[in-house]
Every structure is written in structure tokens, then in C-alpha cells.
């Protein structure tokens, strides 16, 4: 294991060639916020009803390479209690604290990324680790990979995704602001509702992994459940976009990915900070790192 250290630095933002599973060894704070993308475990029909199926998207060319293929070569077998037992541990323990009168708790929470059909298979297995309440999210896009028998029928337009707490409503950050006597100010704050639209990312973001989440999306979400300095894990880190969004809002970002090629781009591409200015207007002054490789 080899780590590189950059320079030291007010926020971390570290990624991990490594298994979730072996997170003891690296010493990561207790999250306010784990956000995850799990593995589909649809092993060879990731591509199913999206044209790359066939040769130029044409079903009479015939069969493309991507016909009967994974999107990524780890995405089978992805043991959800595994998952659930390490956020169990790694996510910040529940604020017994009184919050003050129409604030939320600062509870921790998690956001799990995931298809339709996983979602009650999620519901059952978070609660066997003490996650007993969610609620759930719908992302809203204007376009469909699903263009095979588009005229035939209903194509999918939304993503889904599980947030996830123990009992207390997590921390929530909706905008209000505070007066000088501690009292929420009337007509700050905005109700958020469980849906958003999927904002595709510019071009400044780089294209890495073929699941990968918009950074604008998972800074929106960043926002709503932590504060600035808050720790945010993301164990299927994948592309990085997660500790993308994290460390441009200024919050601890830590991520896991087993994946060599994901892990090598996203540390050379999506985390790569210089020249990318970060939500204080300060230029490159986080971008810190330690590598573990
Ligand atoms: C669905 S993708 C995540 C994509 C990511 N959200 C993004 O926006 O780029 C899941 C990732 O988890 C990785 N993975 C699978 N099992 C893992 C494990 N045990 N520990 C860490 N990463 C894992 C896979 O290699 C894959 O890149």
C-alpha cells in the first residue's frame, strides 16, 4: 500500500483503491452523509433496451459489443448486508440532543442510488441494520436511454434513490435563516420536495464511469443534509463525482473503489482540483489528497 501525501489541508478529500470492507484501516471520521450508487448486480444486461445493444444503436447491424456485457466488471455479487453493516459503522451515531423548536436533529443519514425494483429489497435490508425509516427520492430527466420500442411503449425517464436514517429525521438544511435571538426567520427556506430534476453535467465534469451521477445533482442533495465541514463517505465512489461535489462545498469527503481504471481517472480527472474553484472562491487550496494505491 503505498499513500502519497500532498500537503496538508483544511478539508480532506481522500479516495481509496480498496474495498469498502476494509475501512479500519484508514482511520475515516463518522459520516454525517453516506451517499451510495450500489452495484446494479444486473450483470449482463446493463445495456438491455439501450440501442449500444446493437452495432450503431441499429438492431439490423446486428449484436455491438456491449450486447450481454456488464457496465463494470465489479458490478456482481455486491453484498448488501455487507454494505448496510459497513454504514452501521461508519455513519455518525444519532444526536440524542433536544433540537430547538422547528429545526431538524443533526441525526446522520444516507443516500442509497437505485433502480426501481431494488428498492424494497433496500427497505428490508436497511432495517435489519437499525435503519428503520426512509424516505423516496425520484430524479425527473427530459431524455431516455430506453429507445428500443420507444413507439411501443412507456420508456423510464427517472432514476430512484432511498434516503435513509435510523428514528430521528435527519439534518436538514432547507435555506431558513436564523435571527439574532435564535428563532427561524418567516419566509426563509424553501419546502424541498422528494423529487429533482436530473441536470445533466457541462462539460467540465469528466465522463468516467457509465452510471455515473451528475455532480450538480449530488451537491443539491449535499446541501440539504449536511453543513460545510460536515464528513461525507461515499464507499462505490466509482467516478469520484460524490467527493466532487463534497469537497467543492467544502465538506470532509472520503470514498472507496475496488475498480483500478475508475480509481486512476477519478483521482486524476474528476479530483483533480487545479484551477477548479471551490464554492469560497479560493482556487486549488484544498486540493489535497491522500492516495492510497
Ligand atoms: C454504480 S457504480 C458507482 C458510480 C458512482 N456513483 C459515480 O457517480 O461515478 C458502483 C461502483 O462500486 C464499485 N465497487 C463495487 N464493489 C465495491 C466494494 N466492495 N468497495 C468499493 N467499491 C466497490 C464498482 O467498481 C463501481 O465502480
Redesign the pocket.
Same mark, same amino acid.
Given at each position: 500500500m503505498k499513500n502519497d501525501y500532498i500537503k496538508p489541508r483544511k478539508y480532506k478529500c481522500e479516495i481509496y483503491r480498496d #474495498?469498502?470492507?476494509n475501512y479500519k484501516k484508514y482511520g475515516i471520521p463518522p459520516a454525517q452523509l453516506i451517499i451510495a %450508487?450500489? +452495484?446494479?448486480n444486473v450483470g449482463n444486461n446493463f445495456y438491455g433496451s439501450n440501442p449500444v445493444w446493437y452495432k450503431n444503436g441499429d438492431n439490423k447491424n446486428g449484436e455491438s459489443e456491449k450486447a450481454h456485457k456488464a457496465a $463494470?466488471n465489479? %458490478?456482481f455479487n $455486491?453484498n448488501l448486508y455487507e454494505y448496510f453493516h459497513f454504514c452501521s459503522k461508519m455513519m455518525k451515531k444519532e444526536d440524542t440532543g433536544k433540537p430547538n423548536r422547528g429545526r431538524s436533529s443533526n441525526s446522520p443519514c444516507m443516500i442509497v $442510488?437505485c433502480s426501481f425494483e431494488q428498492l424494497n429489497t433496500l427497505i428490508n435490508a436497511a432495517k435489519k441494520h437499525g435503519f428503520n425509516n426512509y424516505i423516496p427520492l425520484v430524479f425527473i430527466k427530459n431524455y431516455s436511454p430506453q429507445v428500443l420500442k420507444a413507439n411501443m411503449r412507456i420508456v423510464g425517464a427517472t432514476e430512484y434513490a432511498l434516503c435513509l436514517y435510523r428514528n430521528k429525521l435527519p439534518k436538514f438544511r432547507n435555506g431558513i435563516q436564523i435571527d439574532e435571538n435564535g428563532k427561524n426567520i418567516r419566509g426563509t427556506g424553501q419546502m424541498v420536495f422528494n423529487w429533482f430534476s436530473w441536470e445533466q453535467d457541462d462539460k467540465s465534469i469528466p465522463k468516467?464511469?457509465p #452510471?455515473?451521477?451528475p455532480v450538480a445533482l449530488l451537491k443539491r442533495l449535499i446541501s440539504i443534509f449536511t453543513d460545510e465541514g460536515d464528513v461525507v463517505i %461515499? +464507499?462505490?465512489? &466509482? #467516478? &469520484? #463525482?460524490?467527493l466532487r461535489a463534497a469537497h467543492e462545498l467544502n465538506r470532509n469527503a472520503f470514498g $472507496?473503489?475496488? %475498480?483500478k481504471t475508475?480509481y486512476t481517472r477519478a483521482k486524476n480527472e474528476m479530483l483533480n482540483f487545479e484551477g477548479i474553484t471551490n464554492n469560497t472562491g479560493i482556487i486549488g487550496q484544498t486540493n489535497i489528497f491522500d492516495f492510497i494505491n
Open positions: #474495498s469498502m470492507q %450508487d450500489v +452495484p446494479y $463494470f465489479s %458490478d $455486491f $442510488f468516467i464511469h #452510471s455515473q451521477k %461515499d +464507499p462505490c465512489c &466509482g #467516478s &469520484g #463525482s460524490t $472507496f473503489e475496488i %475498480d475508475f
